[in-house]
């Protein structure tokens, strides 16, 4: 049976679980342009909206259009032509997350724009570069409380394939303000403070055994590696040296298109049917692992830019980065899971696949085994389908990311000045000095992995990019967008405690 007409027809098959409507989209779904092809002007509000969690009601944000839809979706070649609305009664603005757009518009408070303020709009109008999976967030603390939402680009040449498309939009949830979790992070207190309050938010300076590390990392003592390598950057560790967990925060719960797995969403598909898995990891301070049980995936894009195809069923995915993965499903009712483990815990999210005769059982929110450390096994193995034009680098820079876990300072040291002029091609290294992780994203712009740890391949083009304790990532970019751009951790709390800094154009 076509696909298409699958998913027009009534759907036969009882489920455990109560359906809500998929964040899917059919073969052909209706984009933001009108029957000429031509792209109309879209109405998009930040909102206030109330979901359900842990079966206590939540205010967090929204980005929707006026009929409920989440985020926009967009077709290769349009005209970004929205209208955004702040119908709530704070200040804010939206960063389009993998889009290249003018620098003025780049949604980072005064830089150089301020604010949209309650009440008011703004108007966007630029070209849409490159199809991708893209998103759309906050660049405030506003993020850690859902203000963000998926921003797709239809690529024109797949138009025609007979597949189910499904987005996955991930979060980490507090019921807790992002002040209050940040205020937490912060505050000077002995290692062994205790947190007695449910669905406790502990830095992890204060959790394990941290000696105070200087900004050059030189401290090793108790500091987050990979559990159970008793290695870190190649570095030997000790056993008592371990840390409890990867992460600064225990969140309340780790949501997919806002739902836990206690109510998971489930998405209808066809026995034998084809899928485009879109991923968003909009965790502010959580690395994944995507796990597709039994289906065997397909990576075909990372951060929305096209790969040669890598084969497997799981896939790291830290915060900022998007995959997209395509499924072959086998003939027969069946259900399958696709789960977001949390890096280093056994929580986990994710939404039910179920197809006709099919159903769908309970699955628990921990799983058995603590989710997978992150690393840059499958970042070595990626190559870019479209790479950057071969060309020696004009301008190189070393990049330092330093950090305190204990007083929760965070930072960037670059040498010379990252200062560029246009047309350069430029190439960064980045040095991850600290011992966590640091997801980096540079606005405006795509770049390629060119080297991990010196070693030089062709990588993937990316505009986020996982650099692990001790070791170095090097990115080469075509300086094509002029601006003071924002190069940061996509670590929300990291970046508001001082891992930022300007890709900066001379002027």
């Not at 485009?276 to 692992?289: D, K, L």
């Not at 965070?410 to 966590?436: C, F, I, K």
Request: charged residues 20%.
């Amino acid at each position: 049976m076509n696909r298409r007409r699958f998913l027009k027809g009534a759907f036969a098959g009882a489920a455990a679980l109560a359906l809500r409507p998929a964040w899917s989209k059919p073969a052909r779904a209706a984009d933001a342009a009108d029957a000429t092809g031509a792209a109309r002007q879209v109405q998009l509000a930040v909102v206030r909206r109330t979901i359900e969690v842990n079966g206590r009601p939540a205010s967090v944000y929204g980005i929707r259009q006026p009929d409920g839809t989440p985020g926009i979706r967009l077709r290769e070649g349009d005209t970004f032509n929205v209208v955004l609305h702040n119908e709530t009664a704070d200040p804010t603005n939206i960063h389009w997350h993998g889009l290249t757009p003018p620098w003025p518009v780049d949604g980072v408070p005064d830089a150089p724009l301020p604010l949209i303020a309650a009440g008011a709009q703004r108007t966007f109008d630029f070209p849409v570069s490159s199809p991708g999976t893209y998103w759309m967030h906050a660049h405030t603390l506003q993020e850690q409380q859902l203000l963000a939402a998926p921003l797709i680009v239809a690529d024109a040449a797949q138009s025609n394939r007979d597949e189910q498309e499904i987005v996955i939009l991930l979060h980490d949830f507090s019921f807790a303000s992002p002040e209050e979790l940040l205020a937490r992070l912060t505050a000077k207190q002995s290692p062994n403070a205790a947190h007695a309050d449910s669905g406790s938010h502990a830095s992890s300076a204060r959790r394990t055994n941290h000696a105070a590390m200087s900004m050059d990392g030189s401290s090793m003592s108790g500091m987050n590696m990979a559990a159970g390598n008793g290695s870190i950057g190649g570095l030997p560790m000790s056993p008592a040296a371990m840390p409890l967990d990867l992460n600064d925060i225990d969140y309340d719960a780790y949501l997919a298109n806002d739902r836990t797995l206690d109510d998971p969403e489930v998405v209808r598909v066809e026995s034998g049917g084809q899928l485009r898995v879109r991923v968003i990891n909009g965790g502010t301070a959580t690395a994944f692992t995507l796990d597709f049980g039994n289906l065997e995936g397909t990576l075909v894009a990372v951060d929305g830019q096209p790969v040669q195809p890598v084969t497997g069923r799981r896939f790291p995915l830290s915060m900022g980065q998007r995959v997209d993965v395509r499924i072959q499903l086998p003939r027969g009712p069946g259900t399958f899971p696709i789960l977001a483990l949390r890096e280093g815990g056994r929580e986990r999210t994710g939404i039910v696949l179920q197809s006709p005769g099919a159903r769908v059982a309970r699955l628990p929110a921990t799983g058995s085994m603590p989710g997978p450390v992150l690393d840059l096994a499958l970042e070595s193995r990626l190559r870019a389908a479209r790479p950057l034009p071969s060309r020696r680098a004009g301008k190189t820079f070393d990049m330092a990311l330093t950090g305190d876990m204990v007083a929760y300072r965070w930072g960037l040291r670059t040498r010379p000045r990252l200062a560029v002029d246009q047309g350069d091609r430029v190439e960064v290294t980045l040095h991850n000095t600290s011992m966590m992780a640091h997801p980096m994203h540079l606005h405006g712009h795509h770049f390629q992995v060119v080297a991990i740890d010196g070693r030089r391949f062709p990588g993937a083009t990316r505009d986020t990019v996982l650099v692990p304790p001790r070791r170095a990532v090097t990115i080469a970019v075509d300086a094509d967008n002029p601006g003071q751009w924002a190069f940061h951790c996509h670590h929300l709390y990291h970046m508001a405690t001082g891992m930022m800094t300007t890709f900066a154009y001379k002027v």
